[in-house]
């Protein structure tokens, strides 16, 4: 059954990138050897696959200045050259992953009269890109502490967006279980630490009415993540 790709997340190493709208590739292709053969049935040339090639990953989304680690980081991996560490996340529900090695081939801003500023980026696969279909088992636990915040919906394994209202503290915490797990905790999409299961993160501050979103990647050796958000409002 077809499943949405709302949710879907590139990473540069640690970081996700913001704003994106549009995320196209991995294109694998191959180049064919001619092998026919005065011999070959039919008159029917005959092929064998030759090099493979991953192809290119093509980005695009709103332009956000502000995203130093994600957006402004494609500009400096262009002007460096450097090859780096990308992973396009699918939502949970599908359960896979691809992780590949690339190095920036074009980043572009546009800026239209009656249009909001947009950004491009190319992303050209270097190496075999590999596609995990093995899901992690993910969170079997989430709380989040807070005076008067309130997680709904209640906390299911299968459920991955949640919301936290009605907080008047000025910070929260948040605890997340998945034993044998690799747990990453993101705020606003910048990754902020590395999580022990059933242990809670370093406080995360609020700033009244503006939601804060937490971003919690879990995953096995070997499997492919598995994310959940959090909109954490704080409202008095």
């Keep these: 059954m077809a499943k949405h790709a ?21 294109d694998l292709t191959a180049d064919t050897i001619d092998v026919t053969t005065l011999e070959s049935a039919d008159n029917y040339r005959e092929f064998i696959q030759g090099m493979r090639d991953g192809g290119e990953v093509s980005i695009s989304g709103f332009f956000e200045p502000s995203d130093t680690n994600g957006q402004n980081q494609i500009y400096t991996l262009f002007n460096s050259g450097a090859v780096t560490a990308f992973s396009i996340l699918f939502p949970s ?32 696969v270097t190496g075999k890109p590999s596609l995990g279909l ?10 989040l502490t807070g005076t008067g915040g309130s997680l ?34 993101y705020v606003d999409g910048v990754f902020s630490q590395n999580l022990t299961t059933a242990v809670a993160s370093n406080s995360i501050s609020l700033t009244l009415n503006v939601g804060k ?3 919690i990647v879990a995953f ?14 704080k409202t008095s």
């Design 213 to 215: 979103k937490l971003t």
């Design 220 to 233: 096995e050796a070997g499997k492919t993540s598995k994310t959940t958000e959090i909109i954490v409002v």
């Design 93 to 124: 529900t599908l359960g896979a992953e691809w992780t590949f090695s690339g190095i920036v081939t074009q980043a572009t801003t546009n800026a239209e009269m009656e249009e909001a500023a947009t950004f491009e980026a190319t992303i050209k």
């Design 6 to 26: 709302m949710g879907t997340r590139l990473k540069i190493g640690a970081n996700f990138i913001a704003g994106l709208t549009s995320i196209s590739g991995i």
């Design 134 to 143: 093995t899901a992690s088992a993910g969170l079997s636990a989430l709380s």
């Design 152 to 185: 709904s919906p209640t906390f299911s394994a299968s459920v991955f967006y949640y919301t936290y209202g009605g907080v008047s503290a000025t910070s929260v915490t948040v605890t997340a279980t998945a034993a044998s797990h690799t747990i990453q905790l």
